[in-house]
């Protein structure tokens, strides 16, 4: 065996729409090949280290590149990357504070200026994040109605909305359809995270 069979290639990675447990999962099953070894997997980090002698980087990478994960190389793909995956975390998997402004959220979190965040977004996104918040906020809200659990005004309530008009403005202005239609149409389906 030669030296650089003994010593593995160290990776750390960021990586794109990498949004859900499911695709830690999904990572998980699909690098668990000869010579890949994961040492940190969390939503949009992956750290590996590999032998070359066993595999390529260019298979790796193309292994997560089938997946629907793209690899982030500069800095403002890292903080889009990063920014979303916040949003995604304080609609989606946190106790959502409906006092806490999600702007103060998201300035708490990388200590930068929300007028700087918002334009990183927007000039690397095809949408303000503005309207990346709201519509992630619409999905969540779909979720909510469809496991029935919670009246439409704990759900305002929850989603930071002032009130279930307010709501259902929203939720016709992103979905077109009012709130009783999407309750009583089993058929209209929720989009996934990644395609937001």
């Known amino acids: 065996m030669n030296y650089s069979e003994k010593k593995p290639v160290l990776k750390k990675l960021r990586l794109k729409n990498m949004v859900c447990n499911c695709c830690i999962h999904?990572?998980?099953k699909a690098l668990s090949l000869d010579g890949v070894e994961i040492h940190d997997l969390r939503l949009g980090y992956l750290g590996i280290s590999y032998f070359p002698s066993k595999i390529s980087w260019k298979k790796i990478a193309g292994i997560l590149n089938e997946f629907g994960f793209e690899i982030?190389?500069?800095k403002e793909?890292?903080?889009v990357m990063q920014i979303k995956q916040a949003v995604i975390e304080m609609v989606h998997y946190s106790t959502f504070d409906a006092m806490v402004k999600n702007s103060d959220y998201l300035v708490g979190k990388f200590n930068i200026s929300y007028p700087s965040i918002s334009a990183i977004f927007s000039k690397r996104e095809k949408i303000t994040l503005e309207k990346f918040i709201i519509l992630q906020k619409i999905e969540k809200v779909k979720e909510l109605i469809e496991y029935g659990e919670l009246t439409l005004s704990e759900i305002?309530?929850?989603m930071g909305y002032?009130?279930?008009q307010y709501l259902s403005t929203q939720f016709k202005t992103i979905t077109g359809i009012s709130v009783t239609d999407y309750k009583s149409d089993p058929?209209?389906?929720?989009?996934s995270l990644e395609s937001i």
């Open 26 to 28: 999904l990572i998980r």
């Open 72 to 74: 982030l190389e500069d």
């Open 187 to 191: 058929t209209i389906t929720r989009k």
């Open 156 to 158: 305002a309530y929850m």
């Open 162 to 164: 002032s009130s279930v």
């Open 77 to 79: 793909s890292v903080l």
